[in-house]
């Protein structure tokens, strides 16, 4: 029927297709490197002694865009960290906030804001390179918390 070498050939072909079919069906989505940016939105100006900074000029520029009121942004936390595909990650922020992410593959998240132990707002959203993902929470007065999200350069 078939001889010695056409069945070693056929093994190896039938070996290479299962491993192309293997890696074919683990391959996907890659592991995200992000960044969360704990901030607060106020239409006051940053007073002397303010522990806080001003959001960097191209995210303040990004917010104003946004339809948000305030005029003022200014960072109180953040944290850079890589997520698997399919992964579940909890970021702490500050002590009242915190932060569940979900990598759902294909760039995209699930974000779970979190503020004194209590769900305050949830967000799906597909993410690329300069794009921004925002969640947030009132604070006393006319003043306002967010986190933004947004793809690290990996390199």
């Known amino acids: ?81 890589n997520l698997s595909p399919r992964a579940i990650r909890r970021v702490q922020l500050s002590a009242p906030c915190s932060l569940e992410i979900k990598n759902l593959g294909a760039s995209r998240i699930e974000a779970r804001l979190y503020g004194r132990k209590k769900l305050v707002n949830t967000i799906k959203q597909a993410l690329s390179q300069g794009e921004l993902a925002v969640i947030g929470g009132d604070d006393r007065g006319e003043n306002a918390w967010l986190v933004i999200l947004r793809i690290v350069d990996p390199n």
């Open 1 to 81: 029927m078939f001889s010695l070498l056409e069945r070693k050939s056929l093994w190896r072909a039938w070996f290479m297709l299962l491993l192309l079919k293997a890696s074919v069906s683990l391959a996907g989505p890659g592991e995200l490197k992000l960044e969360a940016q704990l901030l607060w939105g106020t239409d006051t100006q940053q007073p002397p002694g303010f522990p806080y900074q001003p959001a960097a000029p191209p995210i303040a520029s990004k917010l104003r865009k946004m339809p948000f009121k305030w005029k003022h942004f200014y960072e109180v936390n953040r944290a850079t960290f």
